[in-house]
């Protein structure tokens, strides 16, 4: 889905809330005399104050007698759709441009988020942690919580979780997305599996779309890479788009999240000193490595 066909989506969906909305009234002006009987009350108050032949204490009454009989029946919000969107009341547009609920919108379809739990830091149970790393992993998770509190103003654009299998570091980066996403950011999480599809389908694709592959992960205000090294090396793609993704992103002051497996060292190894040097350069960066166990096993074994 590109930029049009989201605006173009958030603007149905709000059609379609009104829609509702008045069908609900339709259904209640037919079958439910309480409603009807305050709805007319009211409507007939808001005539007479028009022809001053009312005060608007009594208008004020009425609507407040029909309120409270839609409140009674649990139907404010269905009746008064609220939008979905507060900065735009869903148009999708803002006098900047694009809002970013359709931006979101837009890469979320492209996006391998659905996959992925939708955790806060709330859902954050440090009690499955062995104990000696509770201070260690609560550190970690109030830092990232401040980063994404921080959002563009931090100076820490990548974040570097690395770690064995199962030491929580995806569940970590799921609420840090959570976060982001919670105050207006647009957030791709995919796989680095799919990242290297999605390289790969813009490498070898030669027509005017070929762009929606890569673009939105250029502009995305986060990026999260998961499992970084598990994805296959292709010649003249995964190192090349992965560089030209990161080194992108850090130009752009735009965060990128990576987790992987594999150590510093061996990621340096892997994929060069060049996207080394981007994805750990100290002024830019934060990086945690978990040195523990995984912690699904532990809890097994208990
Ligand atoms: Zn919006």
Redesign the pocket.
């Known amino acids: 889905m590109d930029y049009k066909q989201a605006i173009k989506r ?1 603007i149905e969906r709000r059609n379609s809330d009104l829609a509702e909305a008045h069908a609900l009234f339709i259904s209640l002006m037919r079958n439910n005399e309480v409603f009807r009987t305050a709805e007319l009350a009211f409507r007939r108050a808001e005539l007479d104050f028009l022809h001053g032949k009312t005060s608007q204490e009594d208008l004020d009454e009425k609507r407040k007698t029909r309120d409270n009989v839609v409140a009674r029946l649990g139907l404010y919000d269905k009746l008064n759709p609220p939008f979905r ?1 507060k ?2 009341s ?1 148009t ?1 547009r803002t006098k900047n441009g694009i ?4 931006k979101q919108l837009a890469h979320e379809s492209k996006s391998d988020l659905s996959q992925f739990p939708l955790l806060t830091f709330d859902d954050f149970d440090i009690t499955l942690y062995p104990e000696e790393v509770h201070q260690l992993v609560l550190k970690t998770a109030a830092e990232l919580k401040t980063i994404a509190l921080k959002g563009n103003t931090s100076k820490r654009k990548n974040i570097n979780l690395i770690g064995a299998p199962g030491t929580g570091k995806t569940f970590l980066a799921s609420c840090f997305a959570s976060d982001c996403a919670e105050k207006g950011k647009s957030v791709i999480m995919l796989t680095a599996f799919s990242f290297v599809d999605r390289a790969l389908k813009y490498h070898t694709t030669f027509d005017e779309n070929k762009a929606e592959y890569l673009s939105p992960l250029l502009e995305t205000d986060v990026l999260i890479i998961d499992d970084l090294g598990t994805e296959s090396v292709f010649k003249n793609v995964t190192l090349e788009y992965l560089y030209h993704v990161i080194n992108e992103r850090q130009l752009k002051g735009l965060t990128t999240v990576i987790t992987s497996n594999l150590s510093v060292d061996a990621i340096a190894k892997r994929y060069g000193e060049r996207i080394a040097s981007r994805l750990f350069d100290k002024k830019l960066c934060y990086t945690r490595e978990f040195t523990f166990s995984d912690i699904r096993k532990i809890k097994v074994n208990d």
């Open positions: 958030i969107c900065i735009c869903d999708g809002c970013t609920c359709a």
